[in-house]
């Protein structure tokens, strides 16, 4: 045919029947095996597949714990004001950065909905509670000390005070801004010398004892969780709660005293002033420098594991009895020869000073 007659001649050759081969090459056939290059590959593809599906369960099984963990941050660190940056009153300075640094760093944990890796943390929402209290305590104490001219305390310290301290299911973040702006507006006032300010080392004083009665009263928390019944393993929430609030109170006193120690310029001449002070920073920064990587409420005479609650205790007690022996120091008068001289003191001394101002 002529259709047939284009065709190649292979196609018109008829392949061996299926019917004719032999059993031998069957055998033959079922015992073949792949070229090894190619089993290779086999096996490495059905590898990757399934450690690819392994990763991704693992990814994202554990993504939200992950979140959670990356989601924690405790700035114990020192504040250092900027270079050229002056604040009338130190404290307020050290306030409204301790602000900033909860609000811009990790954002405030208990603002976040439920469903937030925050939400789920113990230690970071201690901490940031236990620092909003610490200074609206400070700042009450601060206002009374700084009474406007009706004998009242600061308006704007009295409103950052109430600010700070939070009201259940009330969003954190609009009031610590408005604390930190009326931190702000007072030490602008102060500036201008629009503020009477108290005497420093009385100040000092007032602050020293203040915190001598926050490592008290911490104290006596943690030793409660540590005399309690374990009810977990290497510690319950509440001891996590307890040891990170007590931990912030002291990173507020521990920038406090710098702060007061800073302002207070009559005193850099009193050897022993300056030696408590000294005592009371190195006590306050034991105790606000803890850093546990778990926190461990354990009976602390095993080989591995510590009582991280008791350690927290010890050094608050010596942080309590240094800040009153500073507190006791500033209320003696510094001696005649460090005692700021004033104008009339001056002119007694020199004759011709009194000669001149007459």
Not at 124 to 130: D, L, N
Not at 260 to 281: G, I, P, V
Not at 308 to 328: I, N, P, W
């Amino acid at each position: 045919m002529a259709f047939d007659s284009r065709l190649h001649a292979a196609y018109l050759e008829e392949g061996p029947d299926p019917n004719e081969v032999s059993e031998e090459h069957l055998r033959e056939l079922d015992e073949a095996e792949p070229h090894p290059i190619m089993d290779f590959f086999r096996g490495f593809w059905r590898r990757t597949i399934f450690l690819f599906k392994l990763s991704l369960l693992f990814a994202l099984v554990g993504a939200y714990p992950f979140s959670v963990v990356m989601s924690h941050k405790i700035d114990d660190s020192d504040i250092v004001f900027a270079k050229g940056q002056a604040w009338a009153f130190p404290e307020s300075g050290i306030a409204i950065t301790k602000i900033a640094r909860e609000l811009e760093g990790k954002g405030w944990a208990e603002d976040k909905p439920n469903w937030h890796p925050q939400s789920r943390l113990t230690a970071m929402p201690a901490w940031q509670e236990a620092t909003a209290d610490g200074l609206s305590e400070f700042t009450r104490m601060a206002a009374a000390a700084v009474p406007d001219e009706n004998g009242e305390p600061d308006a704007d310290l009295i409103a950052a005070s109430r600010l700070l301290h939070g009201i259940p299911g009330e969003d954190m973040r609009p009031r610590m801004t408005a604390a930190a702006e009326a931190l702000n507006r007072f030490d602008s006032r102060a500036s201008r010398g629009l503020v009477t300010v108290a005497d420093r080392r009385v100040l000092a004083a007032d602050e020293a004892r203040m915190f001598a009665g926050w490592a008290e009263a911490d104290q006596d928390d943690l030793s409660t969780q540590i005399y309690q019944e374990s009810t977990g393993w290497p510690a319950s929430k509440q001891d996590i709660r307890v040891f990170y609030a007590a931990k912030a109170r002291a990173h507020i006193a521990l920038q406090m005293l710098k702060a007061a120690r800073l302002a207070d310029r009559d005193s850099l001449a009193d050897a022993d002033t300056m030696a408590a002070y000294d005592k009371a920073e190195a006590a306050w920064t034991r105790a606000a420098r803890i850093r546990p990587l778990v926190v461990s409420n354990q009976k602390g005479d095993g080989a591995i594991m510590a009582n991280h609650l008791a350690s927290l205790g010890f050094f608050l007690r010596d942080a309590q009895r240094t800040s009153l022996e500073l507190a006791e120091r500033l209320d003696q008068p510094l001696p005649p020869s460090e005692a700021p001289e004033t104008g009339e003191e001056v002119a007694q001394l020199d004759p011709a000073i009194a000669s001149a101002a007459h």
